[in-house]
C-alpha cells in the first residue's frame, strides 16, 4: 500500500527556515515523479515543486531560490527546505507522487504539513 | 506561466442536478497533462480525471471530462451528496505547473 507521511511543519519566524520530510511506504521515492503542493488557509491549491526521477528539479516562480526540493533515497523520503520564508509561505505542505498510468497526474497524496510563518 | 481560470467560482446545485465546470487556460495546454481533483475539507485533493477525460480508478461515471486547446469541462451527470466539494483543475505539460483556483459546488 502507497503511502505519504510529511512533518517538519510549525511555526517559524519570519526569514528563518524550516525542512520538511515526506516519508514513504509501499514504493521506491527515487523511481517516480515527486511533489510539493501547498495550500494557504482558505486559499486554493498552489503547485510548489517536483523531482523528476531522473534527478531534475523545478520550482514554482514564488519560491524559486528559497526553497530546494531533494530526496534521500536510502530512507525512501523526499524533503523540501525552505530558507528565507515569509508570511505567505503559510500552509499545509502536501506531498505527492505522480504515477505514470495516469498521464503522471498526481495520484497519491500525503494528509499534508502545516507552516506557519509569524512573528 | 500558463493561468487556469475555473467557472464559476460557486455552483449552488440541488442533489440529482447537473453539474458542469469550467477550466479555461491562457494559453493552449496539452490534453494528455490536463487533470482534475476534488477536495473535501480537511483532506487532501484526490484524482478524478487525468488526459482531460479518463477517469481515476474508482471514479464514477457520473463524472466525465472534456475539452482540448484552452477549454476544458468537468461533468457531473447527477449530483450526489457526496459529490459536494470544491474541484480544481491543474496543468502539468509546462512548467511551471499550475492548478486554478478551484469551484466551489455547494448544496443548493
Known amino acids: 500500500e502507497v503511502q505519504l507521511v510529511e512533518s517538519g511543519g510549525g511555526l517559524v519566524q519570519p526569514g528563518g527556515s524550516l525542512r520538511l520530510s515526506c516519508a514513504a511506504s509501499?514504493?521506491?521515492?527515487?523511481?517516480?515523479?515527486m511533489s510539493w503542493v501547498r495550500q494557504a488557509p482558505g486559499k486554493g491549491l498552489e503547485w510548489v515543486s517536483v523531482i523528476y526521477s531522473g534527478g531534475s528539479t523545478y520550482y514554482a516562480d514564488s519560491v524559486k531560490g528559497r526553497f530546494t526540493i531533494s530526496r534521500d533515497n536510502s530512507k525512501n523520503t523526499l524533503y523540501l527546505q525552505m530558507n528565507s520564508l515569509r508570511a505567505e509561505d503559510t500552509a499545509v505542505y502536501y506531498c505527492a507522487r505522480s504515477e505514470r498510468g495516469y498521464n503522471y497526474a498526481l495520484v497519491y497524496w500525503g494528509q499534508g504539513t502545516l507552516v506557519t510563518v509569524s512573528s | 506561466e500558463i493561468v487556469l481560470t475555473q467557472s464559476p467560482g460557486t455552483l449552488s446545485l440541488s442533489p440529482g442536478e447537473r453539474a458542469t465546470l469550467s477550466c479555461r487556460a491562457s494559453?493552449?495546454?496539452?490534453?494528455?497533462?490536463l487533470a482534475w481533483y476534488q477536495q473535501k475539507p480537511g483532506q487532501a485533493p484526490r484524482l478524478l480525471m487525468y488526459g482531460a477525460s479518463s477517469r481515476a480508478t474508482g471514479i464514477p461515471d457520473r463524472f466525465s471530462g472534456s475539452g482540448s486547446g484552452t477549454d476544458f469541462t468537468l461533468t457531473i451527470s447527477r449530483v450526489e451528496p457526496e459529490d459536494f466539494a470544491v474541484y480544481y483543475c491543474?496543468?502539468?505539460?509546462?512548467?511551471?505547473?499550475?492548478f486554478g483556483q478551484g469551484t466551489k459546488l455547494e448544496i443548493k
Open positions: 494559453q493552449s495546454v496539452s490534453s494528455s497533462y
Open positions: 491543474q496543468q502539468y505539460g509546462s512548467s511551471p505547473q499550475t
Open positions: 509501499g514504493f521506491t521515492v527515487s523511481s517516480n515523479y
